[in-house]
């Protein structure tokens, strides 16, 4: 009898060993899946923000479009990337007044913001040359 007991508890610790091993796999794989295509898990360094807001925030302040892979959401990770370039084509056509990176932008309304500023700082320019 005492045989047929300790022969159940190793099959039932056997069983239930395999089961936690093979439970722990699943949630691994269904955790790779989850996550969408180009997104940094959390434990990438750069990956520290509680929001996607503050992610998107401290990409703009710091000029860093590879710090938008750490938003979930795909079409605001997409927006974020998209916004830190154009701010930044904005900025430089303004520093070197040349509007043809202004062309480069792909927001139509910082686009022509873009446009009408370097228009006004190269006619100041001129204004300043005479």
Same mark, same amino acid.
């Given at each position: 009898m005492k045989n047929k007991v300790y022969a159940l508890v190793i099959i039932l $610790?056997? $069983? $239930?060993?395999v089961a936690v091993f093979f439970y722990s796999y699943l949630i691994k794989e269904h955790q790779a899946e989850v996550l969408p295509e180009g997104f940094m898990s959390s434990d990438d360094p750069r990956c $520290?923000?509680? *929001? #996607?807001?503050t992610t998107q925030? =401290?990409? /703009? !302040?710091? =000029? #860093?479009?590879d710090l938008c892979v750490c938003i979930e959401n795909e079409i605001n990770r997409k927006m974020c990337r998209q916004n830190v370039v154009d701010i *930044? /084509?904005?900025?430089? %056509?303004? !520093?070197? /007044?040349d509007s043809t990176v202004c062309e480069e932008i792909s927001s139509d309304n910082i686009k022509t913001s873009c446009q009408s500023v370097v228009a006004s700082? /190269? %006619?100041? #320019?001129?204004?300043y040359e005479k």
């Open positions: $610790i056997f $069983i $239930i060993t $520290i923000f509680e *929001s #996607d807001e925030k =401290n990409a /703009l !302040e710091k =000029n #860093d479009p *930044s /084509l904005y900025n430089q %056509a303004v !520093e070197y /007044l700082g /190269l %006619a100041q #320019d001129k204004n």
